[in-house]
């Protein structure tokens, strides 16, 4: 985060001024520290309220793509059902008709004229051929049934594992959630702290430009622009800003402009002209 390394590395001894004038020029620059520290709060309050929004529609995310795949197993488990049922009924089928063709035959033993002879023979032929259909049938069913069988017992392994995974990313969006909600409460916190130490214009300020804005009131003011914006400062507005006792804002896009000083002696040497 850009404004908390700026808080971390500014120190008051690159303040350039003294006496009556450092002590004012300290003063705004504390107004711009509290400023800044409530835009980098701010910032991470936002998202931290993304991600917890955001967690609860991945849970819902996942269970549903489980729920979609449980489906899939169970069409594919109720079609091998189907099959099994059909296949079971054909070979019923076919035992009573091969009891049929015993009994016609003890009965054709029996027949006292070809033409019962002959009855009883297509009769015989009819059931065969009954039969014969069923077992063609069989081998079709049997044929669909491998696949299927296949993909079931596949789908269930897989289906397994998925809804272990389910189960811990559950329990991991859980404990970041909680993790997320108490940061929340703690920023929060520290942010009614800080707008009870701003100055009410300048908090108002604040609120106003980040509502404009979305989200950032302030920026850096880098090699001469305005980093939100890119607009370049005019010089005379730049050097007041470095200098400046009191908020400014940037001409263009109206955000609370900082300034970040070169942080090490050798940066400063090195962007200073050659004498
Ligand atoms: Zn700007």
Not at 61 to 84: F, T, W
Not at 262 to 272: K, L
Request: aromatic residues 6%; contains cysteine; glycine residues 4%.
């Amino acid at each position: 985060m850009v404004f908390d390394a700026w808080l971390n590395v500014r120190q008051p001894e690159w303040n350039p001024r003294a006496g009556q004038e450092v002590l004012k020029f300290e003063e705004m620059t504390e107004e711009i520290e509290q400023v800044t520290r409530l835009q980098s709060l701010d910032l991470r309050i936002g998202e931290l309220e993304r991600e917890i929004a955001t967690l609860p529609k991945h849970i819902a995310q996942i269970e549903k793509a489980l729920d979609s795949h449980l489906r899939r197993l169970e069409a594919d488990r109720a079609a091998l059902a189907g099959n099994q049922k059909e296949r079971k009924r054909l070979e019923d089928d076919s035992k009573v008709e091969s009891q049929k063709i015993s009994k016609l035959k003890d009965q054709m033993l029996g027949a006292k004229t070809n033409e019962q002879y002959r009855a009883f023979q297509h009769e015989i032929t009819f059931c065969e051929e009954a039969i014969r259909k069923a077992e063609d049938r069989i081998l079709d069913l049997m044929a669909e049934a491998e696949p299927l069988d296949v993909n079931v017992k596949k789908a269930e392994a897989a289906l397994k594992e998925e809804k272990q995974q389910v189960e811990a990313e559950k329990a991991r969006a859980r404990e970041r959630t909680a993790v997320d909600q108490k940061q929340h409460e703690q920023l929060v916190a520290e942010r009614k702290v800080l707008v009870g130490g701003l100055k009410p214009q300048t908090h108002s300020a604040y609120e106003r430009i980040r509502k404009k804005w979305h989200g950032v009131a302030v920026a850096e003011a880098s090699e001469g622009r305005c980093s939100a914006c890119h607009m370049v400062l005019r010089p005379q507005f730049f050097q007041d800003l470095r200098h400046s006792e009191q908020v400014m804002f940037c001409e263009s896009c109206g955000r609370i402009l900082y300034y970040n000083p070169p942080v090490s002696f050798e940066h400063d040497m090195a962007a200073q002209p050659h004498q």
